[in-house]
């Protein structure tokens, strides 16, 4: 069964919830210490899990960037393993140079500045973009919008480089944007919850292997995890439930997508 390493560094809190969402799409998942480097070897898919590791000092992702066990993380990614974090994990590709990943030696090019409406804890909409340009969202449809939570006060793409955001765009490298429950453009705060540049949610590398995002796949991964006030079709699929709901949620199709990655590499 293809094995996942679910990093965690001081300060992070969703490794256990991370592991559980990994083993529900049919995966072997593992929580991998930052000072334990030597254990990613084994391992075919790494997760950067949420949180705030290292208290988020200097600025979100940072200190983790800099740790040697990222040197396996940057080694894995370009040898073309699959490399997910999500929102602590996402700075932390971000700020290793993983993601958007255009420069040879991973530069920083993009940054997970502070929201423009500080911390926000709640759900959102996002619309899949380019499903087929990464392995992380293959069983996605183009277009298709899920129910996802957010939980971040440094979660604004955003960079000094005008051309950057076209050139990403150009290749396909926006994995999620957010949206309206309808899939129409968010238009602005509140359904851009933080201002990041061309409402993006989450972005891949240039071979779609890495995929930072700032919502968390995991924590709807089930969809007894879903409020049923939502709108939408996942709404409506869960108020049509009651009791306690095993069924798998938006976020599994994630979990899933990389399964079938890894399944028919091995």
Avoid at 123 to 129: G, N, Q, S
Avoid at 147 to 152: K, L, N, T
Avoid at 159 to 165: M, N, W
């Amino acid at each position: 069964m293809p094995k996942v390493a679910v990093l965690a560094f001081p300060g992070t809190n969703c490794e256990y919830e991370s592991v559980r969402a990994c083993e529900a799409a049919g995966l072997e998942a593992e929580i991998v210490r930052w000072n334990e480097p030597k254990r990613l070897r084994a391992c075919d898919a790494y997760f950067l899990a949420g949180g705030f590791s290292f208290q988020d000092r200097v600025r979100a992702g940072a200190i983790a960037a800099k740790e040697e066990v990222l040197g396996e993380i940057v080694r894995a990614a370009d040898a073309g393993k699959p490399v997910l974090g999500v929102c602590n994990g996402a700075q932390t590709l971000l700020e290793a140079g993983l993601a958007p990943g255009l420069t040879e030696g991973h530069p920083i090019e993009m940054a997970l500045d502070a929201n423009n409406h500080g911390y926000i804890c709640r759900w959102t909409y996002l619309r899949v973009e380019n499903p087929e340009r990464s392995l992380f969202t293959s069983l996605f449809e183009p277009g298709e919008v899920i129910p996802i939570p957010i939980a971040h006060a440094e979660g604004r793409y955003t960079t000094a480089d005008g051309s950057l955001i076209e050139r990403i765009e150009a290749d396909g490298q926006i994995a999620f944007r957010y949206s309206k429950p309808d899939g129409s453009a968010a238009d602005g705060y509140p359904v851009n919850p933080n201002g990041a540049l061309g409402d993006i949610a989450g972005l891949t590398n240039p071979a779609g292997n890495v995929l930072a995002m700032m919502p968390h796949p995991e924590r709807t991964s089930w969809l007894r995890q879903l409020p049923r006030n939502l709108d939408g079709h996942w709404g409506a699929v869960r108020r049509s439930y009651s009791g306690d709901i095993n069924e798998a949620g938006p976020g599994r199709k994630l979990f899933r997508s990389l399964a079938a990655h890894l399944r028919g590499a091995a």
